[in-house]
């Protein structure tokens, strides 16, 4: 071979090696993903209470550290002032299991009593998620899941 066909195969070699761990290092700083969110409603009946469950897949390079779960409803003042991950500090977490590598199933399961539910308002409700990583970095989804209240 010619040295310059050599120097030509180094170089490449060198440049493809540099973008793939470019890329593995910007891999590594993904914020955690939220997926396959699923909300049920149960509304009490008779002397049964009724029960909220929801359950979602959160993925995080660095590990997952907690999900908090906040159901609203749509014509709340959050509908209009966009839901912040600050209005979700003070909220419950969810249980959350490993399912995968970087990968943990939660659920969070609230108890509606007959009081809760006929206090609550009628009609479509959201489910809020904060999902943050061992190494700090989070997301916010504010429509992860819907029910409906009737």
Not at 8 to 25: P, Q, R, Y
Not at 105 to 111: E, F, G, N, S
Request: with cysteine; aromatic share 6%.
């Amino acid at each position: 071979m010619s040295r310059r066909v050599v120097l030509s195969v180094v170089a490449g070699v060198v440049v493809l090696g540099g973008a793939g761990t470019f890329a593995l290092a910007y891999a590594g700083e993904q914020p955690p993903s939220v997926a396959h969110s699923a909300a049920r409603y149960a509304a009490p009946d008779g002397d049964r209470t009724g029960s909220l469950t929801f359950t979602t897949d959160v993925t995080g390079s660095s590990g997952i550290k907690n999900v908090k779960v906040l159901a609203w409803p749509a014509n709340s003042t959050f509908a209009k002032k966009a839901l912040t991950a600050k209005d979700m500090a003070a909220v419950e977490s969810a249980v959350c299991k490993p399912s995968g590598e970087d990968t943990v199933r939660c659920t969070y399961t609230a108890t509606v009593t007959r009081a809760d539910a006929e206090a609550s308002p009628r009609g479509l409700w959201h489910v809020a998620v904060l999902a943050t990583a061992k190494d700090g970095d989070t997301t916010l989804d504010t429509k992860a899941a819907d029910f409906t209240v009737e």
